[in-house]
């Protein structure tokens, strides 16, 4: 069950499904992001960006989770100046989120003019679009390699749904855009509901064997000014934990775990769930994950034990 795995999709540096470790997104410029000065000029503040994108990287680095970026914008125009800005601090993949179809047409544009096809994920088709036609017409003349998929179905928004809204509606459009790898968000819309998300995910999976994630952040964001008043900033955090964890546990290859200010947290939590799967797979299967995985980074012991056939589960040193 835990072993399931998709083929495997790699956008610039990062490898999504195949059994890969969580990739996590952070989300930048979204809407009350104080780093934005004028949404309508592009303009923000550049320093305090950089560090963001910084931490980010770090904690790539430090606890072995695959990053990307999310890049929130609302016209093709405040888009450039976003891609411009991150194409030149880091190296990770990113993605162009924007609502609607023209501006996003737009920033894909720009996109195939400056040649970042290979890092960049087109955010995205999804069922709601105005003008599917126009937007699949205008992405077949691009080139463009990369595609999430919002499985998010409105009339049967079961796990089978969502598979469903697939077969018949989106992955027909991705394929006459031209798209040539693609990722499907099961589209999670609260904390209670989470469940049928990761099912979603875990059909796609087996079904269609696409890589599959969702948006955690999604949930969460809807009761954060609430648990922070009842809990404290702690308790909000602690619950944002849980869902993306839940999240990475049950078949999901990436994870949109909303504002990128939250990667503190996400990232070591992420990583040591990405540790005990690992140890569930190997139940599963026999087989260990490479010695960059977070199981091996911060567990070899216990994964020394594991090649020796012992079963012990004595205390290990947490990673720092």
Known sequence: MFSLKSKAVRIGNVKFGGGNPTVLIGTMFYNGHKILR?????????????????????????????????????????????????????????????????PKVEAARYIAEVGLEERHLYNSLAP???????EVSELSKLGLKNVLLVAFNMQNPTPEGRVELLREVLLPRAEKAGFKNVLVDTSLMSVPSAPFSFLGSRLVKEELRLPAGCAPSNGTDLIKKDAEARWGRPGFVGID???????????????????????????PAIANVNAMLATLIYQETGELPGKEHPLC????????????????LRGMEAPG
């Open 38 to 102: 004028s949404r309508r000029k592009g303009e923000f503040d550049r320093a305090r960006a950089e560090e963001l994108i910084n931490r980010q990287e770090e904690l790539s680095d430090a606890t072995g989770m695959p990053a990307m970026l999310d890049i929130v914008a609302t016209s093709g125009e405040e888009a450039r100046r976003y891609i411009d800005f991150v194409a030149e601090v880091t190296d990770m993949p990113f993605a162009t989120d924007i609502w609607t179809e023209k």
């Open 128 to 134: 709601w679009a105005k003008d599917p036609e126009y």
């Open 241 to 267: 934990s849980a869902a993306h964890a839940a999240g990475a546990l049950l078949w999901n290859d990436f994870l949109l775990y909303g504002p990128i200010e939250s990667a503190p947290w996400i990232f």
């Open 297 to 312: 980074r911060f567990y070899p012991d216990f994964v020394e034990e594991l090649k020796r056939g012992e079963s012990s």
